[in-house]
């Protein structure tokens, strides 16, 4: 019988093309990325228990000695998609003499996100009682079976498009007695989510250089776009060009909302200030990837979002040279917008001629902690659809069947706009809170033209 996976096989179509990633003794793997946490491994140690269940020359040794939290673990490249194949089996032997505790005799299967700092607090785990001397098959079933979730405000398992790696742990991970254990034939018959198209860094800010705005990739937009006095959905800040209200510092852009008297140009005078950014790159089709902190308060209103680089607004970056259509004509995306009073929820939207203002077209989230930690938040646009997600979990598609003028104004190309606003609900107590952006960063196909333009 061959010898899979350093005794584990995994099958993995790939979309549409079949791929077998496995590790054997022969060294003709393709996962070859087996790591051990406080315990010992053999990928390659000889099978000294044969039967009708199991005739594998060559299993996967596995030998705790009692470290904290031993685990056996390998990541997939890309993520896995449980959304209709959700099952994994393996085969287990655990000889009676090789324990020296009496825990529980048990196996856990975790699914994890390998590119968390922390990967565990997220984690799906599902736990199977396991009889001694002898094989037994073994299946994880993350659509039936109980699973517990780490975080109790993830969603269903099957739901998640994040995990990419595989956490084996036996007799439970507080153990502090030996483990000996043997296990062959891994088995996942499912889907790994396709890698983006979109592979080519084009453009970014990472946000790296302390003081000012790069003045070569941003603009700072002042002028109030209703007759050069307010601005849309009843704000009532006053944007700024000053360095009080949009800086970097600590490796992320800060934009700060902060209650102070302020006399613009045209001598208004509001009692808010805070920060509107327009990118000096506009562009058609591609990912956008934003990893932002929200701001705190009742009544804040950031959004990260893109508008059309044909709009008409006086006081935009592209009026003057490229304005010829009116909003909502010339489209817009909003990647993500956050209320204050609504904290730990964000929404995704298209304005179009279809349906703008209150639009019906969009999709929204709750998200624990959204102004406290950082988040990750990407648009996906190509010719057909627009694939809204947070931290790799889509939660808006955007797909109308019959695309005209009417709802897909978006072959045309679009730049992106950072803001914090001020809500006439915000909340007397309020003083200041920033939207923070660790890095905004646009891809594109690398074989297709980059639209890059920028203008002095």
Same mark, same amino acid.
């Given at each position: 019988?061959?010898f899979?996976l350093?005794?584990?096989f995994l099958?993995?179509?790939?979309l549409?093309?079949?791929?077998?990633m496995d590790?054997?003794?022969?060294g003709?793997?393709?996962?070859?990325?087996?790591?051990?946490d406080?315990?010992g491994?053999?990928?390659?140690f000889?099978?000294e228990?044969?039967?009708?269940?199991?005739?594998?020359?060559t299993?996967?040794?596995?030998?705790?000695t009692?470290?904290?939290?031993?685990?056996?673990?390998?990541?997939?490249?890309?993520?896995?998609?449980?959304?209709?194949?959700?099952?994994?089996?393996l085969?287990?032997?655990?000889?009676?003499?090789?324990?020296?505790?009496?825990?529980a005799n048990?196996?856990?299967?975790?699914?994890?996100?390998?590119?968390?700092?922390?990967?565990?607090?997220?984690q799906?785990?599902i736990i199977k009682t396991?009889?001694?001397?002898?094989?037994?098959?073994?299946?994880?079933?993350f659509?039936n079976?109980?699973?517990?979730?780490?975080d109790?405000?993830s969603?269903n398992?099957?739901?998640?498009?994040d995990?990419?790696?595989?956490?084996l742990?036996?007799?439970?991970?507080n153990?502090?007695?030996?483990?000996l254990?043997?296990?062959d034939?891994?088995?996942?018959?499912g889907f790994?989510i396709?890698g983006?198209?979109?592979?080519?860094?084009?453009w970014?800010?990472e946000?790296?250089?302390?003081?000012?705005?790069?003045?070569?990739?941003?603009?700072?937009?002042?002028?109030?776009?209703?007759?050069?006095?307010?601005w849309?959905?009843?704000e009532i800040?006053?944007?700024?060009?000053?360095?009080a209200?949009?800086?970097?510092?600590d490796?992320s852009?800060?934009?700060?909302?902060?209650?102070?008297?302020y006399?613009?140009?045209n001598?208004v005078t509001?009692?808010?200030?805070?920060?509107?950014?327009?990118s000096k790159?506009?562009?058609t089709?591609g990912k956008?990837?934003?990893?932002?902190?929200?701001?705190?308060?009742v009544g804040?209103?950031?959004?990260?979002?893109l508008?059309g680089?044909?709009i008409t607004?006086i006081?935009g970056?592209w009026?003057?040279?490229f304005?010829?259509t009116a909003?909502?004509?010339?489209?817009?995306?909003?990647l993500?917008?956050h209320?204050?009073?609504?904290?730990d929820?964000?929404?995704?939207?298209?304005?179009?001629r279809s349906?703008?203002?209150? /639009?019906? %077209?969009k999709?929204?989230?709750? +998200?624990? =902690?959204?102004?406290?930690?950082?988040?990750? &938040?990407s @648009?996906?646009?190509?010719?057909?659809k627009?694939?809204?997600?947070v931290?790799?979990i889509?939660?808006? /598609?955007? %797909?109308p069947?019959?695309?005209? +003028?009417? =709802?897909?104004p978006y072959d045309?190309?679009? &730049?992106l @706009?950072?803001?914090?606003?001020i809500?006439?609900?915000?909340?007397?107590?309020f003083?200041?809170s920033?939207?923070e952006i660790?890095?905004v960063?646009?891809?594109?196909?690398a074989?297709?033209?980059?639209?890059?333009?920028g @203008?002095?």
């Amino acid at each position: 019988m061959r010898f899979f996976l350093g005794s584990f096989f995994l099958f993995i179509n790939l979309l549409c093309a079949a791929q077998t990633m496995d590790d054997n003794s022969t060294g003709s793997a393709t996962i070859s990325s087996w790591f051990g946490d406080n315990c010992g491994i053999d990928t390659s140690f000889s099978n000294e228990f044969k039967t009708a269940v199991n005739t594998s020359e060559t299993v996967l040794k596995y030998a705790d000695t009692g470290g904290d939290y031993a685990n056996i673990r390998f990541d997939v490249p890309v993520n896995f998609d449980l959304s209709e194949k959700h099952i994994f089996t393996l085969k287990l032997y655990i000889p009676s003499n090789g324990l020296s505790g009496k825990e529980a005799n048990q196996i856990s299967l975790k699914l994890q996100d390998a590119t968390d700092a922390a990967p565990w607090r997220k984690q799906s785990e599902i736990i199977k009682t396991v009889t001694l001397d002898e094989w037994q098959t073994i299946h994880f079933d993350f659509e039936n079976d109980t699973h517990v979730n780490l975080d109790s405000h993830s969603i269903n398992p099957i739901l998640r498009k994040d995990f990419n790696r595989i956490v084996l742990q036996i007799n439970g991970e507080n153990n502090k007695s030996a483990v000996l254990a043997y296990i062959d034939d891994f088995l996942y018959g499912g889907f790994l989510i396709s890698g983006s198209v979109f592979d080519t860094l084009v453009w970014s800010d990472e946000f790296n250089e302390n003081g000012a705005i790069a003045s070569e990739k941003w603009f700072q937009q002042t002028r109030p776009i209703i007759d050069g006095q307010i601005w849309a959905n009843d704000e009532i800040q006053h944007y700024t060009a000053r360095q009080a209200n949009s800086y970097v510092s600590d490796g992320s852009l800060k934009i700060l909302a902060k209650k102070e008297r302020y006399t613009d140009d045209n001598k208004v005078t509001k009692e808010y200030t805070s920060a509107r950014l327009n990118s000096k790159f506009a562009f058609t089709y591609g990912k956008v990837d934003i990893r932002a902190k929200m701001p705190f308060g009742v009544g804040t209103f950031p959004a990260l979002w893109l508008l059309g680089q044909n709009i008409t607004e006086i006081g935009g970056y592209w009026h003057t040279d490229f304005g010829t259509t009116a909003w909502p004509d010339c489209g817009e995306i909003d990647l993500i917008e956050h209320w204050g009073d609504n904290q730990d929820f964000v929404q995704s939207a298209m304005h179009n001629r279809s349906s703008f203002g209150s /639009t019906v %077209n969009k999709g929204g989230r709750g +998200i624990r =902690n959204a102004s406290s930690e950082f988040h990750m &938040y990407s @648009l996906e646009w190509s010719a057909d659809k627009m694939i809204f997600s947070v931290d790799g979990i889509v939660h808006y /598609t955007y %797909n109308p069947e019959n695309k005209d +003028i009417e =709802n897909w104004p978006y072959d045309a190309p679009q &730049y992106l @706009l950072l803001n914090l606003a001020i809500l006439p609900n915000i909340t007397p107590e309020f003083t200041e809170s920033a939207m923070e952006i660790d890095y905004v960063r646009v891809y594109q196909k690398a074989t297709l033209p980059v639209f890059k333009v920028g @203008l002095n």
